[in-house]
């Protein structure tokens, strides 16, 4: 069964056969009741899902495009696969997907005709933002502003033309998000979850924490106060200072810091 019906079926817990659950259409269950939806399950197979989603209207109104390229081009495929090449219906039933169908026809991009080999079949993920799962709709948004404040970039680097003729070559179909939705929705999102992460590795500190405090004047002669939290980390990164200024055969006769109270518990504590 291919991972990439799930965005379209609901999986049950009961049993259909020793190998497969039974499932349903979620197009179905938002257009009636789930009651109701649960009297036409099926098996959570490959054809009896092609089959439900070609007859069922309910799909077919709420996924209108994906419906055509997806029938379309079965049938066009199916008529070549059984005169060319009758093995060619194995490799399909093992790849064939939402995804894989629309990768193989032809999608238009800012009013340009995009060919998609059938090679395209066999990749790892698929092509279009819009069909990517939530997790990887998550991941490929946290990649893009990592790459952004990692490498120093404008915001305005997604509307760059070279960056975009970069990603067109790589995925014709992957779509950038615009310059608001990085530096605003994405930004917050993302560093939504690095408060958390700092948060939890403060909590998990074994040793407790310092808080640490610095204060000067900018260009404009405002007064700015900064505080630090510093871990226990800082008594390891010390260890292995040492460690490293052994093996250059260095004799060291002293460590000079001030009187930063987490310097003075890591002196106690080496």
Not at 34 to 48: A, G, V
Not at 105 to 122: A, G, Q, V
Not at 172 to 181: E, F, M, N, S, Y
Not at 206 to 219: E, K, M
């Amino acid at each position: 069964m291919s991972f990439n019906y799930k965005p379209f079926v609901e999986i049950l817990p009961e049993k259909a056969d020793t190998w497969r659950n039974y499932c349903i259409c979620i197009a179905c269950k938002d257009a009636n009741d789930r009651d109701n939806t649960l009297l036409k399950k099926f098996p959570y197979k490959t054809e009896r899902i092609q089959t439900h989603l070609k007859k069922c209207q309910h799909f077919k109104n709420k996924y209108f495009e994906i419906y055509a390229e997806l029938f379309e081009v079965v049938t066009i495929s199916n008529e070549n696969n059984d005169i060319n090449n009758p093995n060619k219906r194995l490799r399909r039933e093992s790849t064939d997907s939402v995804f894989n169908i629309i990768s193989q026809s032809n999608i238009s991009t800012n009013s340009t005709k995009i060919t998609i080999d059938p090679l395209d079949s066999f990749v790892a993920r698929p092509l279009a933002t819009c069909l990517l799962s939530k997790n990887e709709e998550i991941m490929f948004e946290r990649l893009l502003i990592q790459v952004t404040v990692s490498a120093g970039f404008s915001l305005q680097w997604v509307k760059n033309k070279e960056i975009q003729e970069l990603f067109y070559f790589l995925n014709p179909a992957l779509k950038l998000p615009g310059r608001k939705t990085l530096g605003g929705r994405i930004l917050d999102d993302e560093s939504k979850i690095l408060e958390n992460e700092i948060t939890q590795k403060l909590k998990d500190d074994p040793v407790r924490i310092t808080l640490s405090f610095d204060g000067w004047t900018n260009v404009l002669n405002q007064n700015i106060l900064g505080s630090i939290f510093i871990t226990s980390e800082v008594v390891e990164k010390t260890k292995v200072m040492f460690e490293e200024i052994d093996k250059m055969g260095v004799k060291l006769i002293a460590v000079i810091t001030d009187s930063v109270s987490s310097y003075a518990a890591a002196r106690r504590r080496l």
